[in-house]
T-cell receptor, first 114, second 113 residues
Framework: AQSVTQLGSHVSVSEGALVLLRCNYS??????LFWYVQYPNQGLQLLLK??????LVKGINGFEAEFKKSETSFHLTKPSAHMSDAAEYFC????????????FGKGNQVVVIP | GAGVSQTPSNKVTEKGKYVELRCDPI?????LYWYRQSLGQGPEFLIY????????DSGLPNDRFFAVRPEGSVSTLKIQRTERGDSAVYLC???????????FGPGTRLTVL
């Protein structure tokens, strides 16, 4: 079974500073990895995903993430935080072997300080 | 185009009652998923449909929970004899193919008093 660990439920970042959200996964088969963002009173929206190929993936709103198999990680970054980045972010994993279910981490609530 | 829609957006019920939650997936999406999100937690998988059949229902917590998708489009999650611990946001998602993106609806917030 797959699982995801996201440490630090609340993350504060200054406007203009680097955003770094850590995600480590566990999977017995090659994983598919996702980052979703959830704004207040809205549904989950995909930021980016890794399935195969290039390990550095770029998503919407200037976010990117790098799949590192040796570290079982898929950390999310954005060079310069904007006030509109305040939201909850979830890392998720599914396996490439046939099971479609997503296993989510507990999420990171990002607060952007002006 | 229209996204995934869920009705009702909020449902308040009393312990022991029966509830139905509805999901309308994106048109043409063959795969449909239900998740449950408790306060302060990430979504947890409940059940996955491919077409009309439940391909994986291993996430349903017990036999009070049941879901159907009779025509391969709209799905209904049914909860019998609701308990206070069932209070959560129930999320529905759909996708067109693996490993395609799962598109989520806004959720139904269920409160069991």
């Amino acid at each position: 079974a797959q699982s995801v660990t996201q440490l630090g439920s609340h993350v504060s970042v200054s406007e203009g500073a680097l955003v770094l959200l850590r995600c480590n996964y566990s999977s017995s088969v090659p994983p598919y990895l996702f980052w979703y963002v959830q704004y207040p009173n809205q549904g989950l929206q995909l930021l980016l995903k890794y399935t195969t190929g290039a390990t550095l993936v770029k998503g919407i709103n200037g976010f990117e993430a790098e799949f590192k198999k040796s570290e079982t990680s898929f950390h999310l970054t954005k060079p310069s935080a904007h006030m509109s980045d305040a939201a909850e972010y979830f890392c998720a994993v599914s396996d490439s072997g046939g099971n479609n279910r997503l296993a989510f981490g507990k999420g990171n609530q990002v607060v952007v300080i002006p | 185009g229209a996204g995934v829609s869920q009705t009702p957006s909020n449902k308040v019920t009393e312990k022991g009652k029966y509830v139905e939650l509805r999901c309308d997936p994106i048109s043409g999406h063959t795969a449909l998923y239900w998740y449950r999100q408790s306060l302060g937690q990430g979504p947890e998988f409940l059940i996955y449909f491919q077409g009309t059949g439940a391909a994986d229902d291993s996430g349903l917590p017990n036999d009070r929970f049941f879901a159907v998708r009779p025509e391969g489009s709209v799905s209904t999650l049914k909860i019998q004899r609701t308990e206070r611990g069932d209070s959560a946001v129930y999320l529905c998602a759909s996708s067109s193919a693996r490993p395609d993106t799962q598109y989520f609806g806004p959720g139904t917030r269920l409160t069991v008093l």
